[in-house]
């Protein structure tokens, strides 16, 4: 069965600072990829995602995405985090070439220091 | 464009208690999901609709939850009766033939 590994509960960065948020997948071919966030009384909302192509995906607010199939992961980026990124983050996956249920993460909870 | 939306955004019921949650997906969207996350565990998926009809609904936990799509727009989710494990948030999501799906803000259910 494919699972999401977001080994990060919580990360604390300041503001400015990088911020890189791990994902790794383990499925049997390479699944169409995701990250997710949900701000506090918000639904969640889609940042970047990876279907097939570049392996680096640019996605809203300024984040972006590599894909590493060697790895099997997908790691989440940005250069300078602002306090406004503070917020919960999954990473989700479903199957090639379908347009059924995603498999998420657990989350990694985002805390920004001014 | 209005989002999807789901309603009502909080509720506290009582154990052995019913509920039901809606969701009203993106206009034209012929997929309609439901997800629950449990506190402190990931989110999952409970089931699939396309149109009217069940695609997929492995995630559905046991027969006190009840899912609905009439004529292929909004949807409900029953629970009866509702349980103390049953606390968690409940989200929707809906999306066109591509694979993007579309989150709703969620239903926090509190069965105490």
């Known amino acids: 069965a494919q699972s999401v590994t977001q080994p990060d509960i919580h990360i604390t960065v300041s503001e400015g600072a990088s911020l890189e948020l791990r994902c790794n997948y383990s499925?049997?071919?390479?699944?169409?990829l995701f990250w997710y966030v949900q701000s506090p009384g918000q639904g969640l909302q889609l940042l970047l995602k990876?279907?097939?192509?570049?392996?680096l995906v640019q996605g809203i607010k300024g984040f972006e995405a590599e894909f590493k199939r060697s790895q099997s992961s997908f790691n989440l980026r940005k250069p300078s985090v602002h306090w406004s990124d503070a917020a919960e983050y999954f990473c989700?996956?479903?199957?090639?070439?379908?347009?059924?249920?995603?498999?998420f993460g657990s989350g990694t909870q985002l805390t920004v220091l001014p | 464009e209005a989002g999807v939306t789901q309603f009502p955004s909080h509720s506290v019921i009582e154990k052995g208690q019913t509920v039901t949650l809606r969701c009203d997906p993106i206009?034209?969207?012929?997929?309609l999901y439901w997800y629950r996350r449990v506190m402190g565990k990931e989110i999952k998926f409970l089931l699939h609709?396309?149109?009217?009809?069940?695609?997929?609904e492995s995630g559905m936990p046991n027969n006190r939850f009840l899912a609905e799509r009439t004529g292929g727009t909004y949807s409900t989710l029953k629970v009866q009766p509702a349980e103390l494990e049953d606390s968690g948030v409940y989200f929707c999501?809906?999306?066109?033939?591509?694979?993007?799906?579309?989150f709703g803000p969620g239903t926090r259910l509190t069965v105490t």
């Open positions: 609709f396309v149109k009217e009809s069940k695609q997929d």
């Open positions: 999501a809906s999306s066109l033939s591509s694979y993007e799906q579309y």
């Open positions: 990876y279907f097939s192509g570049d392996t």
């Open positions: 206009s034209g969207h012929d997929n």
């Open positions: 989700a996956v479903t199957p090639w070439g379908s347009a059924r249920q995603l498999t």
């Open positions: 499925y049997g071919a390479t699944p169409y």
